[in-house]
């Protein structure tokens, strides 16, 4: 399945026979200790880093609207970031996945992008453009 933007995304995720939480963790692009001459370079040119889980949280697919609500949710927070991955949580048998269940799909997302294992997540910036990353 080809998801061609968030309001398609979720669009998505409310048509699935299955209730769905989706869930989100935003990163910010930050330069490890210890960095060389060169690493810091690219980073100052805006690529490089490493991406570090700033906070997460889970919506059912009828509490979130658009992703303008969403970004304009995350700024009360105060946390800035710089991408927003995001995947899904099927529930089984017409039930939403428990919270239990959804805290450990986030735990685990946090420690897949920790490990650079993304290809499997849906990644935005925050003015909404999907991206893909290496």
């Keep these: 399945m080809i998801i ?12 699935q026979p299955e209730p769905q939480r989706l869930l989100f963790v935003f990163v910010r692009a930050e330069l490890p200790e210890g960095a060389s001459a060169e690493e810091k370079r690219i980073f100052e040119n805006g690529q490089g880093g490493a991406l570090v889980p700033v906070m997460y949280v889970d919506k059912k697919t009828n509490e979130i609207q658009s992703f303008a ?3 304009e949710e995350s ?6 970031w710089d991408m927003v991955f995001v995947g899904c949580l099927s529930g089984q048998g017409r039930r939403e996945p428990s919270d239990e269940a959804t805290q450990q799909a986030l735990e685990t997302m946090v420690k897949s992008i920790q490990g ?9 910036r925050p003015d909404g453009q999907q991206v893909t990353l290496p």
């Excluded at 061609?4 to 048509?15: D, V």
């Excluded at 700024?75 to 800035?80: A, I, K, M, V």
């Excluded at 650079?116 to 935005?124: A, F, I, M």
């Design 4 to 15: 061609s933007g968030f309001q398609n995304l979720l669009e998505t995720a409310r048509r």
């Design 69 to 71: 609500e969403l970004v």
């Design 75 to 80: 700024r009360h927070t105060g946390q800035s």
């Design 116 to 124: 650079g294992v993304v290809k499997h997540l849906l990644t935005y």
